[in-house]
């Protein structure tokens, strides 16, 4: 499966979210090895690109009560995902939830622990259970 045999675009998308793990070497080499496999992307893009859109969703989930700020150690984390138990943080009010959410963005040492993760549900044993998923994580501010 490819973009050639659907007629669709190569796009080669880095995530560059965490400057402490990205280098551009690392993009090189990517890039030189899908050459070598005869993959040449159409268009070349980064997560970074998309902050604002990828902001503006988070707040959007938040207000309709689909995402939450969530504190919880990472080791209770772990074991609620494990369990299948929705987190402690999932009922927080929406109000608190953005106003928290926007302290993330400030990168307050207040909540530089937060996640800021979506519901979803997965089945297991045929009901629907309730599952978090982390879908941002704002360790650095990056100011263009």
Do not use: W
């Not at 929406?94 to 549900?121: P, W």
């Amino acid at each position: 499966m490819s973009a050639i045999d659907y007629e669709g675009n190569f796009i080669l998308r880095f995530d560059d979210t965490n400057p402490t793990k990205e280098s551009e070497e690392f993009q090189i080499s990517q890039q030189e090895d899908l050459k070598t496999i005869g993959c040449f992307p159409d268009k070349i893009s980064f997560t970074s690109n998309y902050f604002d859109q990828l902001e503006a969703y988070c707040i959007q989930m938040i207000k309709l009560g689909k995402a939450y700020c969530d504190d919880t150690p990472t080791e209770k984390m772990r074991h609620q995902r494990m369990e299948g138990l929705p987190s402690d943080c999932r009922d927080r009010p929406v109000e608190d939830n953005l106003r928290i959410f926007n302290e993330m963005k400030k990168y307050s040492e207040e909540v530089s622990h937060y996640t800021d993760s979506a519901d979803v549900f997965r089945v297991v044993n045929s009901a629907c259970v309730p599952k978090s998923r982390s879908i941002a994580r704002i360790r650095h501010f990056v100011i263009r």
